[in-house]
């Protein structure tokens, strides 16, 4: 292989074409990108295109699709200096998210980028992301897995999507851009992972074993429906919980639904993780009595944690096979400058 960089295709509206119903995936993205990007080709790194097929939303995802991401980056991975992979930004958070404790601080680059106007069509935002992640792509190691996007590099594992409307589609609510890509680019190295974070080989992520529906989401809000509760503690399947509670972690304490549900999880040995609905900032367990004795009764603290990472990160856990205690002991672990460090 003489190219530099692979670009995996997965879908998303970066590579989407319209049709009958609306937006839609379509083949054929690597002709669509020459024509676009035209002259600028030719000061660009040279680039190989792979389509995974079959090509979806990214609203179709599933975490075995993490998987076979991690196996096609093993298997090139000696291959290219960098790799790009086209997402669809409905859940491009989540992927990012996974794919940065899958590698920890990757040996090559891999980033993703994706689109708020598909490729071809007035006003994209496509080419600048593709120009832009081709040359990080291709350059120094970065460490992080990462995403670019509306003219800045961001942490893959901090990652939350914060429009459907704007260009600026994701935030790192609780951390700063690893890069501004200005007209001179600006990288914060002192931000990145370095080598406080072990370096994790694809193939090691590519032998794990992702299982649907292993972690639930809860969104706590005012009267919450019993049935609610009774469903996650019902599925055998469901071995952890992200618990999206009120401000700095806050949980309805006079509910005895909700004080039962905490006491039930523990006892069938699902792992509960509190993080905050909040765009910004994360949970104070015992600031206010209304988060008191959560810990107590085992729930883990997630603290600035996005939803997004907590629930990749337990999937990632329980992936390698650890039991209940060993994801508790393993929850600690900054894995990937995931949360604020205090």
């Known amino acids: 292989m003489t190219a ?8 998303g509206t970066i590579g989407m074409v319209p049709g009958p119903n609306g937006l839609a995936p379509a083949p054929g993205l690597q002709q669509r990108i020459e024509q676009q990007l035209g002259s600028s080709l030719a000061l660009l790194p040279s680039f190989d295109l792979l389509e995974i097929s079959p090509l979806i939303d990214s609203a179709d995802l599933t975490p075995g699709h993490w998987q076979q991401l ?8 000696d291959g290219y200096r960098g790799f790009i992979i086209l997402h669809g930004t409905d859940t491009m958070a989540y992927s990012a998210a996974a794919l940065s404790f899958m590698l920890g601080a990757s040996e090559r680059n891999v980033l993703l980028t994706g689109s708020q106007v598909p490729l071809g069509l007035p006003r994209s935002d496509a080419v600048a992301h593709l120009q832009a992640a081709l040359q990080l792509a291709a350059g120094p190691r970065l460490g992080n897995v990462g995403l670019v996007f509306n003219n800045r590099l961001l942490n893959g594992s901090r990652l939350r999507k914060v429009s459907s409307q ?44 992702f299982q649907p529906g292993a972690v639930a989401m809860l969104c706590l809000h005012p009267s919450m429906p019993t049935a609610l ?35 039930r999880a523990a006892a069938r040995d699902k792992v509960v993780v509190n993080v905050t609905q909040c765009l910004q900032g994360g949970i104070s367990p015992g600031a206010y009595a209304a988060s008191a004795g959560l810990q107590e009764q085992g729930v883990l603290d997630g603290g600035d944690m996005t939803p997004e990472a907590a629930f ?19 929850w600690a672990l900054n894995l990937s400058d995931e949360r604020t460090q205090l």
Not at 6 to 11: D, E, Q
Not at 70 to 77: C, D, I, N, P, V
Request: glycine share 6%; hydrophobic share 45%; charged share 20%.
């Open 4 to 11: 530099e960089v692979l670009i995996l295709h997965t879908g």
């Open 229 to 263: 509760y009774d469903a996650v503690l019902a599925d055998n399947n469901c071995k952890a919980v992200v618990l999206q509670s009120f401000g700095a972690g806050n949980i309805p304490s006079r509910d005895p639904a909700f004080n039962a549900f905490i006491k």
């Open 312 to 330: 990749c990160k337990l999937h990632w856990l329980l992936a390698g096979g650890r039991d209940t205690a060993a994801v508790i002991r393993d």
């Open 166 to 209: 704007q260009f600026q589609a994701f935030d790192t609510p609780n951390a700063a851009p690893l890069a501004e890509l200005n007209i001179r680019p600006l990288l914060h190295r002192e931000r990145l992972l370095g080598e406080r974070v072990a370096s994790r080989h694809p193939r090691e992520a590519a032998a794990l074993n």
């Open 70 to 77: 991690a196996a096609l980056l093993a298997e090139h991975w």
